[in-house]
């Protein structure tokens, strides 16, 4: 009895598959989305605690990664280590300029905005991420302090080239600091 309706079943097997597999395919990209969604509403929502809420949710929407942070502290990492990718980019574009400039004057204020650069995202890099990672979050969230500090230092130094850099990353780290502090 049982093996004639294993029988009957037989030729319904590959369709009977097919099905399953769809379901779990489309539960997948169910999931995906969802994640995807609730990624995005985390980043309004975090980001609206803090000072700068466009150039925190526009900084961290550029990384495809923050869609996916399922909490603040996710997020807040993503965070770090954006400090450190954008910095890069300016401390090229630095390093440029201070290769490009003629007179003593145009120089040392160009090579002061390297510098500030390539102090604070190392710091960001090789002790902040360490503090964050052993979830010792105020000592993160000072480096993440001294490097605002340092940068907004290249802001008077008058590079008007590194100007909008200049204010976007202080401003980022300025927010970045303010969703650190909701993990402490
Ligand atoms: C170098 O400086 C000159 C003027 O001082 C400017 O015209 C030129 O575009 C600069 N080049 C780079 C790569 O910044
Ligand atoms: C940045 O600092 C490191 C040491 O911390 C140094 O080796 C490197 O040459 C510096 N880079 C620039 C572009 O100033």
Same mark, same amino acid.
């Given at each position: 009895?049982?093996?004639?309706?294993?029988?009957?079943?037989?030729?319904?097997?590959?369709?009977?598959?097919?099905?399953?597999?769809?379901?779990?395919?489309?539960?997948?990209?169910?999931?995906?989305?969802?994640?995807?969604?609730?990624?995005?509403?985390?980043?309004?929502?975090?980001?609206?605690?803090?000072?700068?809420?466009?150039?925190?949710?526009?900084?961290?929407?550029?990384?495809?990664?923050?869609?996916?942070?399922?909490?603040?502290?996710?997020?807040?990492?993503?965070?770090?280590?954006?400090?450190?990718?954008?910095? &890069?980019?300016?401390?090229?574009?630095?390093?440029?300029?201070?290769?490009?400039?003629?007179?003593?004057?145009?120089?040392? &204020?160009?090579?002061?905005?390297?510098?500030?650069?390539?102090?604070?995202?190392?710091?960001?890099?090789?002790?902040?991420?360490?503090?964050?990672?052993? &979830? &010792?979050?105020?000592?993160?969230?000072?480096?993440?302090?001294?490097?605002?500090?340092?940068?907004?230092?290249?802001?008077?130094?008058?590079?008007?080239?590194?100007?909008?850099?200049?204010?976007?990353?202080?401003?980022?780290?300025?927010?970045?600091?303010?969703?650190?502090?909701?993990?402490?």
């Amino acid at each position: 009895m049982g093996i004639k309706k294993a029988v009957s079943l037989y030729p319904l097997l590959p369709m009977i598959s097919i099905v399953i597999f769809c379901v779990l395919l489309s539960t997948q990209h169910c999931a995906a989305a969802t994640a995807k969604k609730n990624g995005e509403s985390l980043i309004k929502k975090t980001c609206k605690q803090t000072e700068f809420p466009d150039v925190c949710r526009s900084t961290l929407e550029s990384d495809p990664r923050s869609s996916n942070a399922v909490d603040v502290r996710g997020l807040s990492r993503i965070g770090m280590e954006l400090v450190f990718i954008k910095g &890069r980019e300016t401390l090229k574009v630095a390093y440029k300029l201070v290769l490009n400039s003629t007179g003593y004057d145009i120089w040392s &204020r160009r090579a002061g905005c390297m510098s500030s650069y390539n102090m604070s995202i190392h710091n960001v890099k090789e002790k902040g991420l360490p503090y964050f990672n052993a &979830r &010792r979050y105020k000592y993160a969230y000072q480096i993440l302090e001294n490097a605002r500090g340092e940068i907004s230092y290249c802001g008077t130094l008058n590079v008007p080239e590194l100007a909008e850099r200049t204010t976007m990353m202080t401003q980022f780290l300025t927010a970045l600091k303010a969703i650190l502090h909701l993990l402490f």
